[in-house]
């Protein structure tokens, strides 16, 4: 039976100062509070930049720095892979679209990142490493509509793992591929995440070193989610007054292009004087928004409510992240479209906040050999 780590999403921060080297612990609403300005070092009184050069170790006594411990270790991984870890890794046509379309890389950058893409070595971690890792990659590669997998890792007894951790801010881990670790004679190597999870292990391992994996999809449809049918009368009652709103911009609008018009037909079509040009220029300044505040602002109310009956509990920095990896609900949506985003967002964030009862449905799940 593998070994569960306590999972704690408002877990604290260790940083270090980089003129010193002194290290200091930060609660997670201090670390919140203060990741714009930053921090200052308890010994030499240098400013500490709360950004991931900083992160250090978290905790010291993890079982996941114990050559023995580790292969007893339940790990875990997120993907939108059906059947990780495949043999082979081809770059999805999906990411290839994003780099190329909207991170605007060459095709000579891409060719390096396919390089290291598809011969890079797999990494598992912490089960709350696993889950920012996909809420990162929903936010910052537009994956929010992709189907994403859960999956809990069993390791191969007798590892070769190299001896210590590896800082990723110092050191190859993140981009190490599997012939690095081939050419240096060890199966795994384990580093300081300060990306996700930001203090834990996490770990680079060969495909072999993996012994088997459990599957769940997710969102988790076995979970037991709470009611939401008051929340759904709030987001009614909310995507009606947005309807006023965008009725009246439309009328607005209508009388607007009119009025224009009827300008236009008064100039006859003569070269416009002085005066009159500057008053059409601040006609069109002064044109009303595509979207009116008030709607965005009503948008916006829906996301808070949604979020304060859900995700209310969550430390700053992972309701935060939440928020920014899920798309909104649409501001031309309707109170169906509503609904489907909310089930959507009760069940991601279900994965935060009721990680034993997701845990313990993947602890039935049946093992697949790798």
Known sequence: MLIERTVNFAHGYRVKCPSCSTEQWLTAEEYAANAAAGSTCSNCH???????????????????????????LAWY???????????????????????????????????????IHENQALHIGTYEA????????????????????????????????????????TSPAAKITSADLIDQGIDAIRYLNAHESVGSISMAVLRGGI????????????LELPSNLSVIKQLREIRKEISIILEEHEKSKFER????????????????????????????????????KEASEAL??????????YIKDLPTV??????????????????DGDVIWLEKFMGLAALLTQHQQVRRTLFCQPWRAV
């Not at 008064?266 to 008053?279: C, I, N, P, S």
């Not at 992972?318 to 109170?335: A, D, Y």
């Open 77 to 115: 991984h997120t993907t939108d892979q059906f059947d990780w870890p495949a043999s082979e890794k081809p770059l999805e046509t999906s990411v290839v679209e994003h780099f190329l379309e909207r991170v605007r890389m060459s095709d000579e950058e891409l060719d390096a990142y396919r390089l």
């Open 318 to 335: 992972s309701k935060n992240n939440f928020l920014l990896s899920l798309h909104g609900p649409s501001i031309h949506g309707t109170e």
């Open 46 to 72: 240098g400013a500490i930049d709360l950004g991931p050069s900083s992160i250090a170790l978290r905790n010291p006594n993890d079982l996941a720095l114990c050559d023995r411990a580790v292969s007893r």
């Open 130 to 169: 696993a889950l920012e890792s996909m809420l990162r990659r929903m936010r910052e590669q537009d994956a929010q509509d992709q189907q994403f997998y859960l999956f809990r890792v069993g390791l191969r007894e007798g590892l070769e793992i190299e001896s210590c951790w590896r800082d990723e801010n």
């Open 211 to 222: 012994e088997s994996v459990q599957k769940l999809a997710l969102p988790v449809r076995e």
């Open 300 to 309: 916006m109310r829906m996301r808070g409510v949604v979020a304060f009956n």
């Open 257 to 292: 292009a009119d009025q224009e018009r009827k300008r236009i037909e008064a100039w006859g079509g003569r070269e416009l004087t002085r005066v009159e040009a500057m008053k059409r220029k601040m006609w069109e300044i002064q044109s009303p928004p595509p979207i009116p």
